[in-house]
């Protein structure tokens, strides 16, 4: 079972970046996907869910409107597309995978991690 983050990267304010999670070793579509950050000296945070169909979506209040998660499911592929990055959104952002159908907040719920991958604004 793995799942690789990439398309992380420096970016300016009021920039974009589209992260990538590669799923592969499990039915990639019998799983919810979620993406969390992380910074260091805090707990990991939860940013964005799908369900297994990438119809049902959760975000967290704090970038609602500027992120989209999607899903390609014949790719086995995951995504984040980050807009109008803010330099709060420096993190080392995870992808994770939890067998079920809809999507969840809490990372207790998730069986597989990615190993991170870092953004960082600058302001």
């Known amino acids: 079972v793995q799942l690789v983050e990439s398309g992380g990267g420096l970016v300016q304010a009021g920039g974009s970046l589209t992260l990538s999670c590669a799923a592969s070793?499990?039915?990639?579509?019998?799983?919810?996907i979620g993406w969390f950050r992380q910074t260091p000296g805090k707990e990991r945070e939860f940013v964005a869910t799908?369900?297994?169909?990438?119809?049902?979506?959760d975000y967290t209040d704090s970038v609602k409107g500027r992120f989209t998660i999607s899903r390609d499911n014949a790719k086995n592929t995951g995504y984040l597309q980050m807009n109008t990055l803010k330099p709060e959104d420096t993190a080392v952002y995870y992808c994770?995978?939890?067998?079920?159908?809809?999507?969840?907040?809490?990372?207790?719920?998730?069986?597989?991690w990615g190993q991170g991958t870092q953004v960082t604004v600058s302001s």
């Open positions: 994770a995978a939890v067998r079920s159908g809809q999507g969840w907040r809490p990372r207790g719920r998730y069986d597989y």
């Open positions: 799908s369900d297994w169909t990438g119809v049902s979506t």
């Open positions: 070793g499990f039915t990639f579509d019998h799983y919810a």
